[in-house]
C-alpha cells in the first residue's frame, strides 16, 4: 500500500510539473505569434497575417459581421492598413488553456504611421494547434471609447 501510494504522489508531482511547462510553451509560442503579426501589420502584408489564422478561422469584429476564411480575412486586414492604420501593438494579459487550445485575454492599441494611438481596446483569441503550429481560430475584439452618439 505504501509502494502504491508513493507511486501515486510520484506521478501527481510529475503531472504538475509538465502542466505549467505545457502552459508556458503555449504562452511562448502565442507571443511569439503576436510578435509576427504585429512585425507584419507594420509591413502592410495582410496576405501573410491571415496565413496566421486556422483554416476554420473568424474575426469578429465589434458592430460587424463575422469574418470567415482565409480570403475574407485577407480583405479585413488589407481594408484596416488602406484605412490609414499602421501599426498593431498587443500585450497578453491572461492566458487560459495549453492542451491543444489556448484563450487568451489582451489589450491592444492601433497606431498611425507616427506611432500615435488611434484606438485601444481589448480583445479574446481562442488559439488552436494545428499543423504543430499555434493559430488563430476565433479573434473578437472591441474599442474602449464609447460607441458615437446618435
Known amino acids: 500500500m505504501k509502494r502504491v501510494l508513493s507511486q501515486c504522489l510520484a506521478m501527481m508531482a ?3 510539473l509538465t502542466v505549467p511547462a505545457s502552459a508556458a510553451g503555449a504562452r511562448e509560442a502565442i507571443q511569439s505569434t503576436n510578435a509576427k503579426f504585429s ?23 465589434a458592430g460587424g459581421e463575422p469574418v470567415r476564411g482565409s480570403q475574407a480575412i485577407q ?28 484563450t487568451e485575454v489582451g489589450e ?31 479573434d473578437m475584439f472591441s474599442s474602449n471609447q464609447p460607441p458615437p452618439k446618435s
Do not use: C, H, N
Not at 507594420?42 to 501573410?48: M, P, V
Open 39 to 61: 512585425a507584419l501589420f507594420a509591413k502592410g502584408d495582410a496576405a501573410a497575417l491571415s496565413a496566421l489564422y486556422a483554416k476554420d478561422a473568424a474575426v469578429m469584429p
Open 75 to 102: 480583405k479585413f486586414w488589407q481594408s484596416a492598413i488602406a484605412s490609414g492604420v499602421a501599426g498593431v501593438e498587443v500585450k497578453t494579459v491572461e492566458l487560459y488553456g495549453g492542451g491543444k487550445t489556448a
Open 108 to 138: 491592444y492599441a492601433l497606431l498611425d504611421k507616427a506611432g500615435k494611438a488611434l484606438d485601444r481596446g481589448k480583445y479574446i483569441v481562442i488559439w488552436k494547434q494545428q499543423g504543430g503550429e499555434w493559430k488563430l481560430l476565433r
Open 14 to 16: 510529475l503531472l504538475a
